[in-house]
Structure formats: C-alpha cells, structure tokens
C-alpha cells in the first residue's frame, strides 16, 4: 500500500489588521513592528480636555510648532517595540553584569592612578543626575508628543538615562566599598561645585521646555551629541594612561548606546527637516540655541578634567562633530 | 541549457525581511508560496544581499542567520560576509 502525502494550502482571508494594511498599502504580512507601532495612539472621540493641559486634548499634534501631515513617517530604523528592545537591553545588561563581575574580581578600579580616581568621581558620578534629567526629558516627550511611532521611542531612552545613572551609581559603589560615600559627595558637588552649575542649570532649563520637539532637539541631539563624545569618548580616553582601562569596560553600555540612540534621532530629525522648510528653520534655530548653551555649559567640565589647553579643544572637538552630524540631516548647524 | 537555482525558507518574521530582499534584488524570480514556506526560483543565480536585509530589519545582519531560516536550497553557494550567493557557475 503506498501512502500519498498532500498538502492542503489555506488562504488565509487577510494577512494583517485593517489599519495595517491601509498603511503598507494592501494585505501583506506586517512585521511586528508595524502591528504594534502604526496608529496605536487614540487620534479621535476624546470627551474631555485634561485639567493639566485645558488648551489641548490628551493627544494633540498642536504641543509642538512642528508640523508633520503623517506623524507616522518617523519611524525607528531599529524597530524597536517592546519585545525586541527589552530582547535587546536585557542581553547588554547581562553583558554590563559580566563587565562588572570581571573588574571586581581582578580589582581593576585600585590601578587607577589616586589623582585620576578623584578626578573619576569628580566628572562621572555627578553625570548620574544629569541622567535623571535626561530621563524626565524623554519622558515628557513620550507623554507630549504624537504617534506611537515616535514616543514609543522616547519612553524607550527615558528608561535607557535611568539605566545608565544606575549604571553610574554602582560604578560610584565599586570606587567607594559599597559605602555611598561617593554618591553623597557627587550630589553636594552636583549641587554646589563651580564646574557643575552650568550644567545644572541648563538640565534644569530643559526639564520645562514647552515644546516637546524643541525638548527633542535639545536633549537627544544636543546634550547627548556632546556629552557622550566628550565624556566616553575624550575623557576615557585621557584615562588610559591613568589606569581607567577597568573603568572604560563598566561604561562600555554608555558608548554602545549612543552609536544605536543616534540612529533614531538622525533618521527623526531628518524626516522632519525634509517634510517643510518651516521645520527645517525651527530645527536650526533650536539646534543652534540648545547645541552653544551645552558647548558653554560642558566646558569648565572639561578644562577641569584635561586642563585649560587640552579641554577647550576637546569641546571644540565635539561641537565640530555635531555640526557635521547636523550637516548630514539636511540642517545648516 | 540554463539551469534553475532555489532557495526554500520558512514563511516567518525571521525570514520575511530576507524574503523581501531576495525579491527586491533579483530581478526575474518565480515565487511558489506553500504552506508554511516559500520557494523562490531564479534561471542561474540568487544573491542575498547584507546590506538590503540590514535595511528592512534595522539591525545589523550576519548572512549566516539566513540559516536559521533555510528549509532546502539548490545550487552552488558562494557565502561571504556581505552577500550569500546560490549559482551553477
């Protein structure tokens, strides 16, 4: 008796929800992505404004002087939604976990050189509350702005800045014994050290910018464009000589994350800038205002841990970098 | 006489960003979509290009996940670090 296998192909009726295939444009298989980012976010049949906010209803395109017909098009070139970016974090913090285990137990934070250990916490650890900042900055934008497509994203980077002021916070632990000790005096030299209030003040400034996507411009391509270069990059490097090798490893999250954050900010700001010359002029007006407050505010920083000559350059530095990087976007810089 | 190379990959979000960038890339194919799979066939030779996955997946891409994904192929494979190459060259 001979067996004949068949295989019965079924259609199946649609390949995706209505709304889906609207925006790709007919009935295909969407990525995850697509289902859980387009058109998420309630647009209609609102019933009352908020008590917090009597001008706009809870989502609103008109909390920004951008204007976009489809906020949808700025879409993450990582196509990140919840699954794959908690995926994603949690294998880097397990590689953060391994980072940390192996500095402990070959001892490598006591190889730094004791000026360069105080000059480690002088500039590093107070950077935990200007992750805080960041934090509250990208979660106003995540609660301000509109569409999935793009608060999705910041909500992502507001738990990354928390991440990473963890990540800072146990550095200061590893340098102190698991005291705290370090962390107090980084909170009273965040509050009171000469070379800190400029940053402080412009973190401060930021925390109630009433345009969420002039905040956009300012934290994710401003701040971060200059802080992360500057201080993971130039700082770190300096440290070498030092003895900071140990140190570079518990920061390496910090280097990774800003090359895969940038991806999305360019690709969000260039779509922008591209869609009317009207947001093109805001962008640049907002980029030169944000991007010479941070320059301003990062260079006692910076003369304090390279010295005068050396520090200025440093800033120089990354301040040229980030005009090429504006460049690139279509935006004057 | 020309001669038909394949690939046979499973029908599933791992494998529909190279799906598409297989169909993007090589003009000429024959599609045969079968319960579960799809089976693309090209007179000669099939390239699957790294940079054209990496574009529609968002990450970076080794050609060795296609793998992961490959039910059957035919034909001689060329695999490098930027393209995986099916030929009867």
């Not at chain 1, 010359?277 to 007006?285: A, F, M, Y």
């Not at chain 2, 001669?3 to 046979?8: C, K, N, Y």
């Not at chain 2, 574009?55 to 995986?84: C, K, T």
């Amino acid at each position: 008796m001979s067996i004949d296998i068949k295989t019965i192909k079924v259609e199946q009726r649609r390949n995706t929800f209505g709304h889906i295939a609207r925006r790709l444009g007919g009935d295909k298989p969407a990525s995850r992505y697509e289902e859980g980012t387009f058109d998420i976010q309630a647009t209609a049949n609102f019933h009352y404004k908020p008590l917090w906010d009597v001008d706009h209803w809870q989502y609103d395109e008109g909390r920004t002087q951008i204007r976009l017909k489809d906020w949808y098009v700025l879409r993450d070139p990582r196509q990140y939604y919840y699954a794959n970016y908690t995926i994603a974090r949690a294998a880097q913090s397990q590689a953060n976990e391994r980072a940390f285990d192996f500095v402990e137990k070959r001892n490598q934070l006591a190889l730094l050189s004791p000026a360069w250990r105080e000059t480690v916490s002088f500039y590093l650890l107070p950077l935990r509350h200007v992750e805080w900042g960041a934090n509250m900055n990208c979660g106003n934008m995540c609660d301000r702005g509109y569409g999935t497509a793009v608060t999705a994203p910041c909500l992502f980077s507001a738990a990354d800045h928390l991440a990473m002021a963890q990540i800072l916070g146990r550095i200061g632990l590893a340098l102190d014994g698991n005291t705290g000790t370090s962390l107090d005096a980084a909170k009273a030299r965040w509050m009171e050290a000469g070379e800190w209030q400029d940053l402080r003040r412009l973190v401060e400034d930021s925390l109630v910018i009433e345009d969420w996507y002039e905040q956009m411009v300012a934290q994710n391509l401003c701040f971060d464009g200059l802080l992360y270069p500057l201080v993971y990059k130039l700082f770190d490097a300096e440290g070498q000589a030092h003895g900071a090798t140990g140190l570079s490893m518990l920061t390496e999250f910090m280097s990774e994350w800003f090359a895969e954050h940038s991806r999305w900010v360019d690709s969000v700001i260039k779509i922008t800038a591209a869609e009317s010359g009207e947001n093109k002029d805001l962008i640049n007006g907002w980029l030169s205002k944000w991007s010479a407050a941070a320059a301003a505010a990062l260079r006692p920083l910076a003369v304090r841990v390279l010295g005068n000559q050396k520090g200025a350059a440093a800033i120089d530095t990354v301040v040229a970098d980030l005009k090429k990087r504006a460049l690139t976007l279509g935006l004057t810089a | 006489m020309p001669r038909i190379v394949s690939i046979t990959l499973q029908n599933t979000d791992d494998a529909r960003p190279i799906i598409a960038a297989i169909t993007e890339d090589n003009p000429g194919l024959v599609i045969h979509s079968y319960p579960g799979i799809v089976k693309i066939d090209r007179e000669g030779s099939l390239t699957v290009k790294r940079s054209s996955v990496e574009e529609r997946l968002g990450r970076d891409w080794d050609p060795q996940e296609i793998h992961l994904s490959i039910v059957s192929m035919a034909g001689n494979l060329d695999e490098e670090d930027d393209y995986f190459n099916l030929s009867w060259a």
